[in-house]
């Protein structure tokens, strides 16, 4: 499918978690929608690695688009994740002052969130701090609580929203990274890397390429760095240390470095906050794992004995805009949803919503409901507060395969690497495959399944048949 | 997730005289040592789909020395210790994981069967130990394709006929990193270098100099790969030379990193035993009894990483020991504990008394940090020498340094702290 014959109505472009929820948005119309992405799955940029909170947005800027649409969407992704069993544990926060400076700059912090519309955060004093976190490092001074943020499976959310759009009949169109574009009368033309696509109205979703694709339509009016962001991520057994989100007080210079609880039942010491220019350098350092180290020896010590399954990076699409940049441009048939940074996780489904009310009003795309709209996806559980399929014997007795379990570490069983190859959007490498099922994603890191989940995915979840029985030898 | 394992419905419960949970050397020979002895069953639970452990993908001779006095391939010694260990009637139950524990010697087991409960009255564990992968040794840079652990690399080579990439740099250069270099020729990748932290290279003398001629390879030593370079493949590592900090970067499309083990310690953790602190091992007495009352442990899971042999007599060690708890013969608890002291990391067993029965194989199991030709060990006892014994064996960092029993015989366990180290050496 090199060149598209019949124009699409709208091609988003981008397939992280905020393009395709606009996908998925838009395909409730009667429109013919793509989801188009440079690389070989979605949510392959920033959506793929970030902290994974969903946040209340108490800390937004006051007033801006994005505390709003943050905001909303903490609302519209809970409710959709009960829908489609997106894992979600609302663990909460507590913000931690170290020093008179951070103490001091609490009450601030509580009247900001009352301004961003959330009513329940609370002044609390070191003994309460330390009765929440008993294993938190020596020295914290107070503490503000966030009782409502939560953390999520972003891989889940991403892959949700996708397979919604998909099912509602978006083509998701991948490996096409968008050279140049060509904008005509009654429509714009994509010269992608494998080939043309065209469609009436285009929406950049781009991410951290957003700025790029702004420049195409003609635009000079925002710049994204990317922001590296490292993070350590420590084994299950670390679990028991920390059951809330530890943020530090934020500072000019960002958010700083947290201590969270992840869904899949291990602990995340991170993220540092580093400019680069590469968008495509998500390589680890030497100085960042030297940084969280120290930042962890002060935070939570006892952490720091446990061992590390996972590191990685992750680029914030950081803007030089100071907020959201989600405009019509009904010229160009052309929205631009840009500087959508690290909050885009939460807010992505009502930044769709807000494309969705900008394209009512300029009026330049029929939006007639569709009367067929499937039900939301039901997405496979790979969070650990909830019952994995190797747990459930209901389940193992209507299908054995979920019985055999292939990753020992994360306890991924063949049914659930077989399944997701049925899926509407079915892995075609080892990371996807990690990030649908969190196999070879444990502290062996492969050691013991890292040959068999390769083999799986050649034969894309086909177990022979011998081997999928149980083995008894008995004299 | 305790509550749920109890609770789910349609659970069979198996009562087996003894549970052993792992099919590798040590829980093979464990349970043919056992069955024909306990009046009930013996049963072992087998996580993979192949019982035999480590050994069945370590296609090269060498297994079965200590044990069987015999020089067999691993796949060979993997199948004699499942055959002897069914033909004593021990039941193997392959593709059976334990997730976890439903009580004191009650596992719950997951199996394409259903969920298991196995009450027991003994439990041995038998759980191995593995390679720490790179996120756990923290080697920053790209998160390219191509790096593995030995375990992954043999798995990949031996089970699965796979292949990896034509250029190898090895991270280790120990026994099982000479393992490694030959799992990587025999599928045609040239290890274009060897790394260790220490001054020289730690496996036998006898293997790492022909070893370096046969496979063309060069071991750089006081070296360290600090970074992996490459996406989405591999293309590269940086090393660093420990003493000099120069750096320089060697071209490769595959990185193994072999060595740095870890217990496989997980069960031991969910009970709640207690540790050792270094080697993370469930910490024993003489008789392999861990913390918790009839619950054993026995092989590498104790000593991160000693040889397939050594870790099978372990299993014949324990036999006498579970028959004797069975029969309600309890030797005295122990008194004191043995601490390693530099250049030792972790000594096993670490628990004693004045009326311990001798450990497996009259040895202690110590790791040493540094390389020393003829060590003289030094047990004190409150900081005083009580102990001296001189080996005619070599210390060596990567593989276990045995030393006779006896060196603790006649102390009083309840007289104070007592640690193994090495004498000053002039």
Redesign the interface.
Known sequence: MSTTAQPYDVVVIGAGIVGSAIARTLAGYRLRVALLDARDDVGEGTSKANTAILHTGFDASPGTLESRLVHEGYHLLAAYAQETGIPVERTGALLVAWDEEQRDALPGLQAKAEKNGYHECRIVDADEVYAQVPHLGPGALAGLTVPDESIICTWTTNFALATDAVQRGAELLLERYVQSVDITDQTTTLHTSRGDVTARWVINAAGLGGDIIDGLFGYDRFTITPRRGELLVYDKQARQLVDKIVLPVPTARGKGVLVSPTIYGNVMLGPTAEDITDKTNTGTTEKGFEFLLGKGQQLMPELLEEEVTATYAGLRAASSHPDYLIEADRERRYVVVGGVRSTGLTSGMAVAQYVDHLLHETGGLELVERDDVPPPPRMPNIGEAFLRPYQDAARIAADPAYGKIVCFCERVTAGEIRDTFCSPLPPTTVEGLRRRTRAMNGRCQGFFCGAEVGELLKTRGNVPAAASHIQEVSS | ?TT??VE????QVLTPAVAIIGAGPSGLRAAAELAPRVNGEVLVLE?????GGIPRHSDHLGYGIRDRHAFLTGPRYAQLL?DE?????????????V?GWAGDRSLAV??????IQVDAQAVILATGA???????R?I????G?GV??T??LQ??VH??H?RVGKKAVVVGAELVSWSAVMTLQHVGCRTVLMTTEYPKADSYAAFTGPGRVMFRTKVATRTRV??ILG?PDVTGVEVEHLDTGERRTIECDTVILTGDW?PDN?LA?AAGLPID?VSKSPLVDTALRTGRPGVFAIGNVLHPVDTADVAALDGAAVAEHVVAYLAGQLPGDAQGSLTAERPFRWVSPSLWSATAPAPPRDRLLLWSEEFVAFPTVVVRQNGKEVARKRTPWPAAPGRVFRVPASIVEGIDWTAGPVTIGMAERR
């Open positions: 997730m749920l394992d789910a419905t349609g659970t996580r993979e789909s192949v019982a499942r260990a069914a033909a004593a009637g021990a039941r193997i139950l392959t593709n059976a994981m997730t997951t199996s394409p069967e259903g969920r593995r390679e720490r992968p790179r996120p756990a923290l920053p840079g790209d998160r394709r593995y652990t375990g992954h798995n990949l089970l699965k796979g600090v970074r996406r870890i997980e953790r602190p």
